[in-house]
T-cell receptor
Framework: GAGVSQTPSNKVTEKGKYVELRCDPI?????LYWYRQSLGQGPEFLIY????????DSGLPNDRFFAVRPEGSVSTLKIQRTERGDSAVYLC??????????????FGPGTRLTVL | AQKITQTQPGMFVQEKEAVTLDCTYD???????LFWYKQPSSGEMIFLIY??????QNATEGRYSLNFQKARKSANLVISASQLGDSAMYFC???????????FGKGTMLLVSP
């Protein structure tokens, strides 16, 4: 079946603008995750959804970042008043959502965000 | 303290040789899972292999195997018979019981030469 998809693949915006990044998870996966990867680093957790609700948003850096998943499938990460430091690759992952450490996360190709 | 440590920023190996990528982790949770992902230049994170903290045997998936030493808190990835297509960044990650998220190391860049 289809994997995790993310759009756009690249986004260039100006400082202060608003951006939306979209993630379409693997069909049937109830858990969805957003990570941010800066150059030369591993991905860092932002937010996790179980179904429609944000089960853990402790990784969001500040209140400019917000994410939704209104129907329990597609998710949108929203960044207000973008800053140059927001430039990174934003990765989305999904998993079956079953309990336990074995729940493997499958990642999308990412959205490369550049804030000028 | 770093929860996942990958001490090798870069590794070189010749085609058809085996290579070991190091990963040590830090947790007080008795139940956890360890994952390895491959990230080619295209950017997508590709799941390779999983090891559970209670698994008695080392995990294997084709040419990938995990050298799991629980007392030393290490989970090294072994790639046998390297191929040119193995050139990529490799990330070790951990998921602790009670948490749904992964914590990643900084990665190791592997270059396979002909």
């Amino acid at each position: 079946g289809a994997g995790v998809s993310q759009t756009p693949s690249n986004k260039v915006t100006e400082k202060g603008k608003y951006v939306e990044l979209r993630c379409d998870p693997i069909s049937g996966h109830t858990a969805l995750y957003w990570y941010r990867q800066s150059l030369g680093q591993g991905p860092e957790f932002l937010i996790y959804f179980q179904g429609t609700g944000a089960a853990d948003d402790s990784g969001l850096p500040n209140d400019r970042f917000f994410a939704v998943r209104p129907e329990g499938s597609v998710s949108t990460l929203k960044i207000q008043r973008t800053e140059r430091g927001d430039s990174a690759v934003y990765l989305c992952a999904s998993s079956s959502g079953r309990q336990g450490a074995t729940d493997t996360q499958y990642f999308g190709p990412g959205t490369r965000l550049t804030v000028l | 303290a770093q929860k996942i440590t990958q001490t090798q920023p870069g590794m070189f190996v010749q085609e058809k040789e085996a290579v070991t990528l190091d990963c040590t982790y830090d947790t007080s949770d008795p139940s956890y899972g360890l994952f390895w992902y491959k990230q080619p230049s295209s950017g997508e994170m590709i799941f390779l292999i999983y090891q559970g903290s209670y698994d008695q045997q080392n995990a294997t998936e084709g040419r990938y195997s995990l050298n799991f030493q629980k007392a030393r808190k290490s989970a090294n990835l072994v790639i046998s018979a390297s191929q040119l297509g193995d050139s990529a960044m490799y990330f070790c990650a951990m998921r602790e019981m009670g948490y749904s998220t992964l914590t990643f190391g900084k990665g190791t860049m592997l270059l396979v030469s002909p």
